[in-house]
């Protein structure tokens, strides 16, 4: 059984960053969802906070296909496993958590602490073998797992980036002793600022070790932050896990504050202010020819749409970034309309987009919604 | 772009007015202030800024509590964001009626002298005008600036364009400006070799390629002289994409959403349309996001250069009468805005900068008597004047979608014909004829209550309606003429008990010609298109203007001007061409009132290139 | 649900050619039942609700007649039916009209108003016509170069509504 965390090969290591761009997408659903359950007039902060973070982790999935791009890889965001199947399970140490599809309240703010809590290795564990073995049911989405097998799970995201890193710069090493690099995507490949952007960090070309490396710093890094302090290396930037710990404590962080001591203005939690959406809905549970059902399945189609979408433009054709962005607004829509809606059968509780793509692909909705424009 | 927490708190009024080491006091938050604000503080000054409204919108959450003020106003007027404040009260379009000649209808803050009533407005909160402003920035043309010379019409400048191109330049990259310069070369207009604007050229609407593929390659015959139509691109005051061109290479990094504590927002536009009256994401630049700059520069003690004073509004001007200096202002500090309780405080400073917008800025100057040798402040008071022309499009056009406005016609900007009557440039609104008619909801209420539709007959008529509509918002160069002008009375005070200013505007006999032509070509243009035309003018409307057997509605554009011309000389001018007042040396009046012609460029784009002239001016001064 | 909201979005699927999924999906429903009783009364209300249900059913040919001759054209009821249908396509409360409170009496709270913020954000006017309200749900960069994407409704009489639109050659310019 293959139990080394090292990258041995390119191919192992495109997988490593297929990985990278999985685990970084599997965050969006629940943060979206979460953001679309606030209801109106109330938690503006915590829509902000939720906000920004989806922002930069699309940013993320979008420089992790960068750092793919650049060694010749192809990402594609259509295979079938892609997308995480909700609840999906995160490594914590020994221990996998759940991540799961809800309303935002207490139990999703602790859940998204977890995701993006920097896990550190108390001592005793240091000189432990990197990767830990766990029996995973077959139908769980495990992430951060080793790609070649998903019973093998790293510590936490921190080392499954920590392997990404020494995996380039050990096969960089040994292509550079060759005369040769690993760094041999077509440039033209590559996203820009141009093409995205937004208060959180840019996006540069990644063409050589050193923008591979700066790259991967500023995914961890905007995760959770630098190794103790707030903000991320520039001094500019909050760690997401103290965006969401802003929430917790009620208060803003400002310049110079200490982790766990924000001492900006303060801060509004409702934390009956959501939408009551059921976790973790499938499309099964919802009443055969309902209209929710319908529209619940319109919007998986739409975002399987968007994920080809993504795809053709990190393949060559990034211009078609631009056309994503109004699909992703019109996501906004689709998401609150299923949230207001009551989950038939279910009283007291409203529907959610389920995320679950590539099932139920036709789009029965066509017929009646067809976007005729005119 | 984060402020310093500290300048989100309260100043003291009685430290501001304790201070004796003011390089430079602004009266005024809005681009010109914020513009001097920034280039002072750059240079190591100590300036205290003062703005009449509360400041609350310098937070997000400030700022976000404008956006729901404006959600759940039952009429959505270009200032329904703003909170009425009877301290710092501005204009509202809604509150006018109809004059008859000789009558006054002192009911509005702007004291209105019949029988022309301007709904211009502008806005009296943190960020002045440019909270509200559609954030057009075409620049002058060079025959703009030396229409006396060129058309024998108006003034010449005391600048030419080539003196002031540079400053276009910086007035671009501090606003952002979104366009691509081989849209914006016609006409004649020019840029340096490699120039890019900082951010590239915002999509022209689905709207405007419709309205573009009824008339390009046609063209219109005007006193023998053959103009070419077609729809181009407005170059915009809002986040697009970054040229990675710009600056030589080194690319541009837009400026989003200020706040005191980190956000992001404020990234590209969105396409909220509502430019007018608030953009919600803060794409739009407006003049805080100069002043955040401004507010974290300290000086060499660590301490913050940039002072803001809010609920200050300054209420004198004081002149030392042996230097013919200004010595100090007086500024009444109010605590409360639902309350008139105030205190007098007096700011000393070594230059005085009046940037309170063309009518306050004169309405500050009258009230302290000070008419200055030429007599002009106040007179020569200009504001675009608007025609609008409005019709239905025979296809499905996405009207309501963009941002408020995205392209136009504008090759009649220039050409012989100024000689005789006003040049214009044509807006097409993306938000249909709302401007005109209070669409889409006044459509609303016209097909439920009068044509009797409901349900499927309802949906289809509103599409019909409203997805097909198109509005030509026609604006009409205004010349400077000396009876139209700000006036004070002290019958007329507000609540503080400063007077408020009296407007007597009428519409220039060039500009109404300019207008009979517009509406003519609006026609022209509706034919070629094939649209239905529905303008009509009402002989009741407040703005009614009858011109030579014909009736134009004229609306403002809220591009005011010309209360205070520069000039060549102290008898012909209030300021020279670096806007310092000629009777007093340590006084700048900047911002539209300065410009001596308007052309047919909205003006905020020009008075902050002035500005930046100014503050160099200033530095000097100082030196 | 209880009977009485179900019959209201009963009425309002009928008045506005919204379904029932729509409406729900405004987040509003409850809060413009609760408009109808506060600025009318429940009385008049409860009488809209019982004039509709009285309506023949679906299907039966004289429904829209009876629409009309019992609720629209009524007297009492047909200025309140509008501004229902006014309320679920603006979010704003029309104050009814002179003759109406002239008749049946004025009503304290009959005035014109937005209901709520996010009432204004949800009118369907915007959504009936494939644009954004002013000021919210922004449809994102870019995208006011293409053609407006008009939701199909249920089918009508004529086929005025499945118009179609070809994508070609409207790119994002520049």
Same mark, same amino acid.
């Given at each position: 059984?293959?139990?080394?965390?090292?990258?041995?090969?390119?191919?192992?290591?495109?997988?490593?960053?297929?990985?990278?761009?999985?685990?970084?997408?599997?965050?969006?659903?629940?943060?979206?969802?979460?953001?679309?359950?606030?209801?109106?007039?109330?938690?503006?902060?915590?829509?902000?906070?939720?906000?920004?973070?989806?922002?930069?982790?699309?940013?993320?999935?979008?420089?992790?296909?960068?750092?793919?791009?650049?060694?010749?890889?192809?990402?594609?965001?259509?295979?079938?496993?892609?997308?995480?199947?909700?609840?999906?399970?995160?490594?914590?140490?020994?221990?996998?958590?759940?991540?799961?599809?809800?309303?935002?309240?207490?139990?999703?703010?602790?859940?998204?602490?977890?995701?993006?809590?920097?896990?550190?290795?108390?001592?005793?564990?240091?000189?432990?073998?990197?990767?830990?073995?766990?029996?995973?049911?077959?139908?769980?989405?495990?992430?951060?797992?080793?790609?070649?097998?998903?019973?093998?799970?790293?510590?936490?995201?921190?080392?499954?980036?920590?392997?990404?890193?020494?995996?380039?710069?050990?096969?960089?090493?040994?292509?550079?002793?060759?005369?040769?690099?690993?760094?041999?995507?077509?440039?033209?490949?590559?996203?820009?600022?141009?093409?995205?952007?937004?208060?959180?960090?840019?996006?540069?070309?990644?063409?050589?070790?050193?923008?591979?490396?700066?790259?991967?710093?500023?995914?961890?890094?905007?995760?959770?932050?630098?190794?103790?302090?707030?903000?991320?290396?520039?001094?500019?930037?909050?760690?997401?896990?103290?965006?969401?710990?802003?929430?917790?404590?009620?208060?803003?962080?400002?310049?110079?504050?200490?982790?766990?001591?924000?001492?900006?203005?303060?801060?509004?939690?409702?934390?009956?202010?959501?939408?009551?959406?059921?976790?973790?809905?499938?499309?099964?549970?919802?009443?055969?020819?309902?209209?929710?059902?319908?529209?619940?399945?319109?919007?998986?189609?739409?975002?399987?749409?968007?994920?080809?979408?993504?795809?053709?433009?990190?393949?060559?054709?990034?211009?078609?970034?631009?056309?994503?962005?109004?699909?992703?607004?019109?996501?906004?829509?689709?998401?609150?309309?299923?949230?207001?809606?009551?989950?038939?059968?279910?009283?007291?509780?409203?529907?959610?987009?389920?995320?679950?793509?590539?099932?139920?692909?036709?789009?029965?909705?066509?017929?009646?919604?067809?976007?005729?424009?005119? | 772009?984060?402020?310093?927490?500290?300048?989100?708190?309260?100043?003291?009024?009685?430290?501001?007015?304790?201070?004796?080491?003011?390089?430079?006091?602004?009266?005024?938050?809005?681009?010109?202030?914020?513009?001097?604000?920034?280039?002072?503080?750059?240079?190591?000054?100590?300036?205290?800024?003062?703005?009449?409204?509360?400041?609350?919108?310098?937070?997000?959450?400030?700022?976000?509590?404008?956006?729901?003020?404006?959600?759940?106003?039952?009429?959505?007027?270009?200032?329904?964001?703003?909170?009425?404040?009877?301290?710092?009260?501005?204009?509202?379009?809604?509150?006018?009626?109809?004059?008859?000649?000789?009558?006054?209808?002192?009911?509005?803050?702007?004291?209105?002298?019949?029988?022309?009533?301007?709904?211009?407005?502008?806005?009296?909160?943190?960020?002045?005008?440019?909270?509200?402003?559609?954030?057009?920035?075409?620049?002058?043309?060079?025959?703009?600036?030396?229409?006396?010379?060129?058309?024998?019409?108006?003034?010449?400048?005391?600048?030419?364009?080539?003196?002031?191109?540079?400053?276009?330049?910086?007035?671009?990259?501090?606003?952002?400006?979104?366009?691509?310069?081989?849209?914006?070369?016609?006409?004649?207009?020019?840029?340096?070799?490699?120039?890019?604007?900082?951010?590239?050229?915002?999509?022209?609407?689905?709207?405007?390629?419709?309205?573009?593929?009824?008339?390009?390659?046609?063209?219109?015959?005007?006193?023998?002289?053959?103009?070419?139509?077609?729809?181009?691109?407005?170059?915009?005051?809002?986040?697009?994409?970054?040229?990675?061109?710009?600056?030589?290479?080194?690319?541009?990094?837009?400026?989003?959403?200020?706040?005191?504590?980190?956000?992001?927002?404020?990234?590209?536009?969105?396409?909220?349309?509502?430019?007018?009256?608030?953009?919600?994401?803060?794409?739009?630049?407006?003049?805080?996001?100069?002043?955040?700059?401004?507010?974290?520069?300290?000086?060499?003690?660590?301490?913050?250069?940039?002072?803001?004073?809010?609920?200050?509004?300054?209420?004198?001007?004081?002149?030392?009468?042996?230097?013919?200096?200004?010595?100090?202002?007086?500024?009444?500090?109010?605590?409360?805005?639902?309350?008139?309780?105030?205190?007098?405080?007096?700011?000393?400073?070594?230059?005085?900068?009046?940037?309170?917008?063309?009518?306050?800025?004169?309405?500050?100057?009258?009230?302290?008597?000070?008419?200055?040798?030429?007599?002009?402040?106040?007179?020569?008071?200009?504001?675009?004047?608007?025609?609008?022309?409005?019709?239905?499009?025979?296809?499905?056009?996405? /009207?309501?979608?963009? #941002? %408020?406005?995205?392209?136009?016609? $504008? @090759?009649? *900007?220039?050409?012989?014909? &100024? =000689?005789?009557?006003?040049?214009?440039?044509?807006?097409?609104?993306?938000?249909?004829?709302?401007?005109? /008619?209070?669409?889409? #909801? %006044?459509?609303?209420?016209?097909? $439920? @209550?009068? *044509?009797?539709?409901?349900? &499927? =007959?309802?949906?289809?008529?509103?599409?019909?309606?409203?997805?097909?509509?198109?509005?030509?918002?026609?604006?009409?160069?205004?010349?400077?003429?000396?009876?139209?002008?700000?006036?004070?009375?002290?019958?007329?005070?507000?609540?503080?008990?400063?007077?408020?200013?009296?407007?007597?505007?009428?519409?220039?006999?060039?500009?109404?010609?300019?207008?009979?032509?517009?509406?003519?070509?609006?026609?022209?243009?509706?034919?070629?298109?094939?649209?239905?035309?529905?303008?009509?003018?009402?002989?009741?409307?407040?703005?009614?203007?009858?011109?030579?057997?014909?009736?134009?509605?004229?609306?403002?554009?809220?591009?005011?001007?010309?209360?205070?011309?520069?000039?060549?000389?102290?008898?012909?001018?209030?300021?020279?061409?670096?806007?310092?007042?000629?009777?007093?040396?340590?006084?700048?009046?900047?911002?539209?009132?300065?410009?001596?012609?308007?052309?047919?460029?909205?003006?905020?784009?020009?008075?902050?290139?002035?500005?930046?002239?100014?503050?160099?001016?200033?530095?000097?001064?100082?030196? | 649900?209880?009977?009485?909201?179900?019959?209201?979005?009963?009425?309002?699927?009928?008045?506005?050619?919204?379904?029932?999924?729509?409406?729900?999906?405004?987040?509003?429903?409850?809060?413009?039942?609760?408009?109808?009783?506060?600025?009318?009364?429940?009385?008049?209300?409860?009488?809209?609700?019982?004039?509709?249900?009285?309506?023949?059913?679906?299907?039966?040919?004289?429904?829209?007649?009876?629409?009309?001759?019992?609720?629209?054209?009524?007297?009492?009821?047909?200025?309140?039916?509008?501004?229902?249908?006014?309320?679920?396509?603006?979010?704003?409360?029309?104050?009814?009209?002179?003759?109406?409170?002239?008749?049946?009496?004025?009503?304290?709270?009959?005035?014109?108003?937005?209901?709520?913020?996010?009432?204004?954000?949800?009118?369907?006017?915007?959504?009936?016509?494939?644009?954004?309200?002013?000021?919210?749900?922004?449809?994102?960069?870019?995208?006011?170069?293409?053609?407006?994407?008009?939701?199909?409704?249920?089918?009508?009489?004529?086929?005025?509504?499945?118009?179609?639109?070809?994508?070609?050659?409207?790119?994002?310019?520049?």
């Amino acid at each position: 059984m293959h139990t080394h965390s090292s990258i041995r090969t390119l191919d192992e290591l495109k997988e490593f960053l297929h990985g990278a761009m999985q685990l970084e997408h599997a965050t969006i659903p629940p943060y979206l969802t979460a953001l679309y359950s606030i209801m109106p007039n109330v938690n503006q902060d915590a829509a902000q906070i939720l906000r920004v973070i989806v922002v930069e982790e699309m940013l993320h999935l979008t420089i992790a296909a960068n750092v793919l791009n650049a060694i010749g890889g192809t990402p594609d965001l259509t295979r079938p496993d892609f997308v995480a199947s909700y609840p999906a399970y995160l490594p914590d140490g020994e221990t996998d958590f759940e991540v799961g599809i809800q309303a935002f309240g207490r139990e999703a703010l602790a859940t998204f602490l977890k995701i993006e809590r920097p896990a550190a290795r108390s001592e005793h564990l240091k000189a432990q073998s990197p990767l830990i073995h766990r029996k995973s049911s077959q139908h769980k989405t495990v992430l951060g797992s080793h790609p070649r097998n998903k019973d093998l799970h790293f510590y936490s995201i921190g080392e499954f980036y920590a392997a990404i890193v020494e995996g380039i710069k050990e096969l960089e090493e040994k292509a550079k002793r060759e005369g040769q690099t690993i760094f041999t995507g077509d440039r033209s490949r590559q996203i820009t600022s141009e093409y995205y952007y937004s208060g959180g960090g840019e996006l540069f070309p990644v063409f050589d070790l050193k923008s591979a490396l700066d790259a991967l710093e500023l995914i961890i890094e905007q995760g959770e932050g630098d190794g103790g302090g707030i903000y991320d290396d520039d001094e500019h930037e909050l760690a997401h896990y103290y965006r969401f710990e802003e929430l917790v404590k009620g208060r803003y962080y400002l310049k110079g504050d200490k982790p766990g001591h924000p001492t900006g203005p303060p801060l509004q939690i409702d934390w009956d202010g959501a939408y009551p959406i059921k976790p973790n809905l499938k499309v099964a549970e919802i009443s055969d020819g309902s209209e929710l059902r319908e529209a619940t399945v319109a919007f998986n189609h739409r975002y399987g749409e968007f994920l080809a979408l993504l795809t053709r433009a990190y393949n060559g054709q990034p211009n078609l970034l631009l056309e994503a962005v109004p699909v992703m607004f019109e996501f906004r829509n689709m998401m609150l309309e299923l949230i207001r809606n009551p989950l038939p059968g279910h009283p007291g509780l409203n529907g959610s987009p389920t995320y679950e793509i590539g099932k139920n692909t036709a789009d029965p909705y066509a017929a009646h919604r067809a976007e005729a424009a005119a | 772009m984060l402020f310093p927490s500290e300048s989100a708190l309260r100043v003291d009024p009685q430290a501001v007015a304790g201070s004796r080491d003011y390089d430079i006091v602004i009266v005024g938050s809005g681009i010109s202030g914020a513009i001097i604000a920034k280039q002072a503080a750059e240079a190591g000054k100590r300036v205290l800024v003062l703005e009449a409204g509360t400041g609350a919108n310098r937070s997000l959450v400030g700022y976000d509590d404008l956006l729901t003020t404006f959600y759940s106003a039952a009429a959505k007027d270009n200032q329904s964001p703003f909170p009425v404040n009877a301290n710092a009260a501005m204009p509202r379009s809604p509150q006018l009626r109809k004059l008859q000649a000789g009558e006054t209808d002192s009911s509005t803050y702007i004291v209105q002298s019949g029988p022309y009533v301007s709904d211009t407005t502008y806005t009296r909160i943190f960020g002045g005008t440019t909270m509200h402003w559609e954030a057009k920035t075409p620049r002058m043309l060079r025959s703009d600036f030396k229409s006396r010379t060129n058309y024998g019409q108006g003034l010449d400048w005391p600048l030419s364009f080539e003196e002031v191109e540079e400053d276009y330049r910086l007035a671009e990259q501090e606003i952002g400006v979104s366009a691509n310069v081989e849209d914006q070369s016609y006409l004649g207009q020019t840029f340096p070799d490699g120039y890019v604007f900082p951010m590239r050229g915002l999509p022209l609407s689905y709207l405007d390629q419709q309205v573009n593929n009824g008339i390009d390659g046609t063209s219109v015959d005007l006193y023998g002289r053959i103009y070419p139509l077609k729809v181009r691109p407005y170059p915009q005051g809002r986040n697009g994409i970054p040229n990675p061109a710009y600056d030589g290479g080194r690319g541009y990094r837009p400026v989003g959403a200020v706040n005191t504590h980190q956000v992001e927002e404020g990234g590209r536009c969105q396409g909220n349309t509502n430019c007018v009256p608030l953009c919600p994401v803060q794409a739009r630049y407006h003049s805080g996001k100069t002043l955040a700059k401004a507010f974290r520069m300290n000086g060499k003690s660590g301490q913050p250069l940039v002072e803001l004073l809010p609920q200050a509004v300054a209420s004198k001007v004081v002149i030392d009468p042996d230097s013919g200096k200004v010595s100090a202002l007086e500024v009444k500090v109010y605590e409360d805005p639902r309350s008139p309780v105030y205190e007098t405080i007096t700011v000393r400073g070594k230059v005085f900068v009046l940037a309170a917008g063309a009518i306050e800025t004169a309405r500050l100057m009258l009230s302290s008597g000070l008419r200055s040798t030429s007599g002009l402040v106040g007179r020569n008071l200009m504001d675009h004047a608007y025609l609008l022309n409005w019709a239905l499009m025979p296809q499905i056009c996405g /009207t309501m979608r963009g #941002t %408020s406005s995205t392209g136009g016609i $504008v @090759d009649l *900007r220039d050409g012989p014909f &100024r =000689e005789k009557q006003a040049a214009f440039a044509i807006d097409i609104h993306n938000d249909g004829w709302g401007w005109a /008619t209070g669409a889409p #909801t %006044s459509d609303l209420l016209e097909l $439920v @209550d009068d *044509r009797n539709l409901h349900g &499927r =007959e309802l949906r289809q008529g509103l599409i019909d309606r409203v997805s097909r509509q198109l509005l030509l918002a026609v604006m009409l160069e205004v010349m400077p003429v000396e009876s139209n002008r700000i006036t004070l009375d002290p019958q007329f005070t507000d609540a503080l008990g400063n007077m408020r200013p009296i407007l007597s505007f009428t519409v220039p006999e060039y500009t109404m010609r300019g207008a009979a032509y517009a509406r003519q070509f609006s026609r022209t243009v509706f034919a070629r298109l094939g649209a239905q035309d529905h303008t009509s003018y009402d002989r009741s409307d407040f703005g009614y203007v009858a011109y030579e057997g014909q009736g134009y509605a004229i609306r403002g554009g809220n591009h005011l001007a010309g209360t205070h011309i520069m000039g060549t000389t102290k008898t012909n001018s209030v300021v020279n061409k670096n806007q310092r007042s000629w009777d007093h040396e340590n006084l700048y009046l900047v911002g539209g009132g300065s410009m001596p012609t308007i052309g047919t460029a909205n003006v905020t784009l020009t008075l902050a290139a002035m500005c930046f002239r100014s503050g160099r001016d200033i530095l000097n001064y100082l030196h | 649900m209880s009977d009485r909201i179900e019959t209201f979005l009963g009425l309002s699927v009928e008045l506005t050619a919204f379904s029932r999924f729509d409406l729900l999906a405004t987040g509003l429903a409850e809060r413009y039942l609760g408009t109808l009783d506060k600025v009318v009364g429940g009385d008049t209300t409860n009488t809209l609700l019982a004039a509709f249900a009285a309506l023949p059913p679906p299907g039966d040919g004289t429904r829209a007649r009876a629409l009309r001759a019992t609720i629209l054209g009524s007297e009492l009821l047909g200025d309140v039916a509008r501004s229902l249908i006014k309320l679920w396509y603006s979010g704003t409360w029309f104050e009814l009209p002179y003759a109406w409170t002239q008749r049946f009496g004025a009503k304290p709270a009959d005035a014109t108003f937005v209901v709520s913020p996010d009432a204004y954000v949800e009118g369907l006017l915007w959504k009936a016509i494939g644009a954004h309200p002013a000021g919210a749900k922004a449809p994102g960069y870019g995208s006011w170069a293409y053609p407006p994407k008009i939701p199909a409704f249920p089918a009508s009489d004529t086929k005025a509504d499945a118009v179609s639109v070809h994508l070609q050659n409207v790119g994002i310019m520049s």
